[in-house]
């Protein structure tokens, strides 16, 4: 009896756990997805800005790239 009842909660401990790390691997997985549309979204605004007011393009585009993936990545946070 005892030993069904150990089996039970292991089954039960083992679900829970599974469930866990599926729900990090989730938030993860969509926070990274995010992360790299905003750092390509800011890449090429950077370099249409870099371009259209004469700076360094591969500067802006990788200052926009930075700050496109940091504010994506917080925003998908908070969420």
Do not use: C, F, H, P
């Amino acid at each position: 009896m005892k030993q069904a009842e150990t089996e039970e909660k292991t089954n039960y401990l083992q679900e829970v756990k599974d469930i866990v790390s599926k729900d990090k691997r989730d938030v993860l997985l969509l926070t990274t997805k995010a992360s790299v549309n905003g750092a390509v979204t800011g890449l090429v605004l950077g370099l249409m800005v870099g371009y259209y007011k004469s700076k360094n393009i591969y500067i802006s585009g990788l200052i926009g790239a930075v700050i496109g993936g940091v504010a994506t990545a917080m925003i998908v946070n908070k969420k």
